[in-house]
């Protein structure tokens, strides 16, 4: 496997459920991210984390529940979500150097629809 | 606060030329970032324009100007494959990346 990958690709879930967003990068980077896509509106970050360090959460509801085990690996748990929450969740990876900014690696996303 | 414009959508004939542009308004800059996202699929990297000027790469180039606070990709000899949305993102003072919502190019024959 190279660069970001995304599991699952789709998923339908209730709104009582809960489910669990996986993310894997293989580019040896230090910094993860977790965004919302939706239609005609720009990418919402949701979460970052650098190395392995939850470093910015912009306000987002804790139905959303990201985890870091390590470098390589992010997850997003999922509980209780409501219909609005249906969108296209993007993974990306980053390798941090101080005072600059270097491009993200997108992951191929999950689309999530919440009934 | 903090705004990226670009045209939601735009139309564009194969072998032509078209010029996607975005002004933005933010606190700082550290560079301006274009994307490239076919339907379906991951956003990927495009261009990274830091300094004023033309960077040009292949079929694709990106203007910058600081002092007007705009950004423009050049697509030149348009194919089918390059329709896609192209997203432009400004890294702020704080090294923050804020996201225009994309403009949806649709090629036709």
């Known amino acids: 496997e190279t660069g970001v990958t995304q599991t699952p690709r789709h998923l339908v879930m209730g709104m009582t459920n809960k489910k669990s967003l996986k993310c894997e990068q293989h580019l040896g980077h230090n910094a993860m991210y977790w965004y919302k896509q939706s239609a005609k509106k720009p990418l919402e970050l949701m979460f970052v984390?650098?190395?392995?360090?939850?470093?910015e959460n912009n306000s987002v509801p804790s139905r959303f529940s990201p985890e870091c085990p390590n470098s390589s690996h992010l997850f997003l748990h999922l509980h209780t979500l409501q219909p609005e929450d249906s969108a296209l969740y993007l993974c990306?990876?980053?390798?941090?150097?101080?005072?600059?900014?270097?491009?993200?690696?997108f992951g191929p996303g999950t689309r999530l629809t919440v009934l | 606060g903090q705004n990226i414009d670009q045209p939601t959508e735009m139309t564009a004939t194969e072998g032509a030329i078209v010029q996607i542009n975005c002004t933005y308004q933010t606190s700082g800059f550290n560079g301006l970032f274009w994307y490239q996202q076919h339907a379906g699929e991951a956003p990927t990297f495009l261009s990274y324009n830091v300094l004023d000027g033309l960077e040009e790469k292949g079929r694709f180039s990106s203007f910058l100007s600081r002092s007007k606070g705009y950004s423009y990709l050049l697509l030149k000899e348009l194919q089918m494959k390059d329709s896609a949305s192209y997203l432009c993102a400004v890294v702020d003072s704080n090294y923050q990346l804020i996201w225009g919502a994309g403009t949806k190019l649709i090629i036709k024959p």
């Open positions: 984390y650098s190395l392995e360090e939850r470093v």
């Open positions: 990306a990876s980053s390798q941090l150097a101080g005072g600059s900014y270097n491009e993200q690696f």
